[in-house]
Structures are given as C-alpha cells and as structure tokens.
C-alpha cells in the first residue's frame, strides 16, 4: 500500500531555532506538494515541485522558508529561524497531477 | 474574496438523512474540481474529483458542478456516524499547472 510518508510526525522547537521537515512522496509521483494548515487560515499551499524542478513557492515566506528535493524520493521543507507563528500541521502530498494529490499524516509543529 | 469558498458550519444532520455541502469558487476559467475528507487530527483525502457540468455519483457520494454559477456541492445520501469530518472543497483554477487551491472547509455532524 504505496503512501507518503513524513518524518517528524510532531515536533517542539523554540523560537530562533531551525526546523527541517521531510517528505518521501509515493513512488512513480511526479509532483510533490507542501501545505500548511492552521484553524486560521485552513490549508495553504507553501510551494511545489514537478520532475524535482521548483514550480512555485509564492506562498511561501522567503526570508525564513526554503524548500528542496534533493532527489526523487526526498523533499525537504526548513524553516530558519523559526518562529511562534510557525505553528501549525505541515502535509506534504504527492501525485501524478492535480487530481491524484495523495496527503501524507502531516508533522505537527510548535515553536515556543 | 477568497478563492474558494464554503460555509464552515457546524452543518449537522441526523442519521440516515441526506447532507448537502456548497462551494463557490471565484475563476470561471477553472477546470477540476475536487471533494476532499478530514477527519479530525488526520490528513486530506481525496473523495470525489468532477471536471464536467452536472452530476457525477458514487456509491452514497454525488459531486454536482454548475460552471455557469460557479458552484459545486457534494451529496451524501443515507448519511453515517463516519461521515462526521471537515470537507474541504478545492479546484484547479489552471489547467496547465497542478496547483489547486482550497476551501477552508466545512464541518459536518452526523448525529444519530
């Protein structure tokens, strides 16, 4: 049963400190997706990638956010330095196009 | 205004009865759209996609989509205890790309 997986499932930080999320996406999944979800501002997409080649990232704050997938089976998303406001559940999903995006369980983040 | 958007309720609805969810989207160039089901402290699922006007069914699930209004809801029939989640309508606003873009959802009850 092909899934995405993502490591850390939760995560506790302080504020200043940096945070490195990852993501394996399915096997054969051409795009990788990263979102954020808070009660908020509900789920937004931060950045995206397809064949590994960065397609968008607007929604993601530059100065603090970086995203990469440093091969076809890794996508990392860090966030440096880390702030309180960072707080939130972080998906990662994969797909072969917009409509097979398949969510992995999300790392739940609190920066204190 | 928001791209997508929907009534965030609670919408609650006794067993067995019929649970109707709205959406509007605001891009009448939009192509695909999308249901997806959370339950609560777990991730998105996709549950119906529908890209043609009308109606699309599946098992106690139907997708209906008016592209003239804009609109799209989803139907579900015969409503269970387990069909209490947050159901998050999204759509594609861009066929080329993969990006889609998500309502804040709508919390659905179903009591017995």
């Known amino acids: 049963d092909a899934r995405v997986t993502q490591t850390p499932r939760h995560k506790v930080t302080e504020m200043g400190q940096e945070v490195t999320m990852r993501c394996q996406p399915i096997l054969g999944h051409n795009t990788v997706f990263w979102y954020r979800q808070t009660m908020m501002q509900g789920l937004e997409l931060l950045a995206y990638f397809r064949n590994r080649a960065p397609l968008d990232d607007s929604g993601m704050p530059k100065d603090r956010f970086s995203a990469e997938m440093p091969d076809a089976t890794l996508a990392t998303l860090k966030i440096q330095p880390s702030e309180p406001r960072d707080s939130a559940v972080y998906f990662c999903a994969s797909g072969s196009g917009a409509d097979t995006q398949y969510f992995g369980p999300g790392t739940r983040l609190t920066v204190l | 205004q928001k791209e997508v958007e929907q009534n965030s309720g609670p919408l609650s609805v006794p067993e067995g009865a019929i649970a109707s969810l709205n959406c509007t989207y605001s891009?009448?160039?939009?192509?695909?759209f999308f249901w997806y089901r959370q339950y609560s402290g777990k991730s998105p699922e996709l549950i119906m996609s529908i890209y043609s006007n009308g109606d699309k069914e599946d098992g106690r699930f139907t997708a209906q989509l008016n592209k003239a209004s804009q609109y799209v809801s989803l139907l579900i029939r015969d409503s269970q205890p387990s069909d209490s989640a947050t159901y998050l309508c999204a759509v594609n606003p861009d066929s080329s790309a993969s990006k889609i873009i998500f309502g804040s959802g709508t919390r659905l009850s179903i009591r017995p």
């Open positions: 891009d009448r160039g939009s192509q695909s």
